[in-house]
């Protein structure tokens, strides 16, 4: 991913009391940095990579090697809150 480009989609599915459904998607861009031996190695250490989609974590260490971040931060992490909240606004949930 060093010195690299990619994007992530994450989709929201909401159903309503009445069973109806609404499905969304978001997209985040993000570019990493490039990135020296010395930082490769490093990040290995923590073990913070295992386990994520990506082999990083937008909200930890990982946040140190992005340059660029265009779309949804929390859509990064798992859940598009920013959505969440507008469906929630337009559907009069909230």
């Given amino acids: 991913m ?3 480009r ?4 994450t989709g929201l599915t909401i159903i309503d ?3 109806n459904k609404f499905f969304y998607l978001t997209k985040t861009k993000i570019k990493f940095k490039v990135l020296n031996e010395i930082e ?3 990040y290995l250490t923590l073990n913070e990579w295992k386990n994520k989609t ?3 974590a937008i909200q930890g ?3 140190f090697f992005i340059n660029y971040i265009s779309g949804s931060y929390s859509g990064a992490i798992g859940l598009p809150l920013e959505k969440l909240y507008y469906v929630f606004k337009d559907k009069k949930i909230l």
């Fill in 2 to 4: 060093s010195g690299r």
């Fill in 6 to 9: 990619h994007t992530i989609f």
């Fill in 17 to 19: 009391k009445t069973h």
């Fill in 40 to 42: 490769i190695k490093k």
């Fill in 54 to 56: 990506g082999s990083y």
């Fill in 61 to 63: 260490y990982g946040a």
